[in-house]
């Protein structure tokens, strides 16, 4: 079992659908990570927030909107995506920033 | 700037036989240097990690790394690979004094065991 939870496991929406990414931990971490996974590649880093702070935004669309509503959560929401935004999206979450990251399972989000 | 290279996308090695996988790194200070393994359809999981203390590091399911500065290198070896290894392993840097504070990932290895 991972200490980073991230719901659900399995997304499918179409382009004009809005949802949103859920990520949990309890390990009382201040930094968070979203990262998105295409197959066969390292994950790319989309948005790290620090102190529920958005610390850094890798320049991601801005149909990713994140979202850090306490320390303990980390939600991405999704709205107007495209076919190639389909990936495993991965959270992850540290002490502080640059300490090893504990990563979630992800979520495999599937645009159609 | 800095960066991460895995010298080789594929390694197959039989079960029972030393694993080596390669990882050169470039950074303006001090980085800090991590392994992480992946699984098929899992997350990250961290094997070890180089901080600036012993230069050989010794991880999770009896991994190790070598901190080598004048090779720029941080391989990370095991002594008999076990089926269960085979899995995806990212080499990362990460440089406390890079103002960005990113964490640069290279591009991985896929660890094969044959039995």
């Known amino acids: 079992d991972t200490e980073v939870t991230q719901t659900p496991k399995h997304l499918v929406m179409g382009m004009t659908n809005k949802k949103s990414l859920k990520c949990e931990q309890h390990?009382?971490?201040?930094?968070m990570y979203w990262y998105k996974q295409k197959a066969k590649k390292p994950p790319e880093l989309m948005f790290v927030y620090s102190y529920e702070k958005l610390s850094i935004n890798e320049s991601v669309p801005s149909r990713f909107s994140p979202e850090c509503p306490n320390s303990s959560l980390l939600n991405l929401h999704l709205h107007a995506l495209q076919p190639e935004d389909s990936a495993l999206y991965l959270c992850a979450s540290s002490p502080f920033l640059d300490q090893p990251q504990h990563f979630g399972d992800g979520t495999r989000l599937s645009i159609l | 700037a800095q960066s991460v290279t895995q010298l080789d996308s594929h390694v197959s090695v039989s079960e029972g036989t030393p694993v080596l996988l390669r990882c050169n790194y470039s950074s303006s200070y001090s980085p800090s240097l991590f392994w992480y393994v992946q699984h098929p359809n899992k997350g990250l999981q961290l094997l070890l990690k180089y901080t600036s203390a012993a230069t050989l590091v010794k991880g999770i399911n009896g991994f190790e790394a070598e901190f080598k500065k004048s090779e720029t290198s941080f391989h990370l070896t095991k002594p008999s690979a076990h089926m269960s290894d085979a899995a995806e392993y990212f080499c990362?840097?990460?440089?406390?004094?890079?103002?960005?504070?990113?964490?640069?990932f290279g591009k991985g290895t896929r660890l094969h065991i044959l039995p």
């Open positions: 390990m009382g971490h201040r930094a």
């Open positions: 990362v840097v990460s440089d406390p004094m890079n103002r960005d504070d990113k964490i640069i």
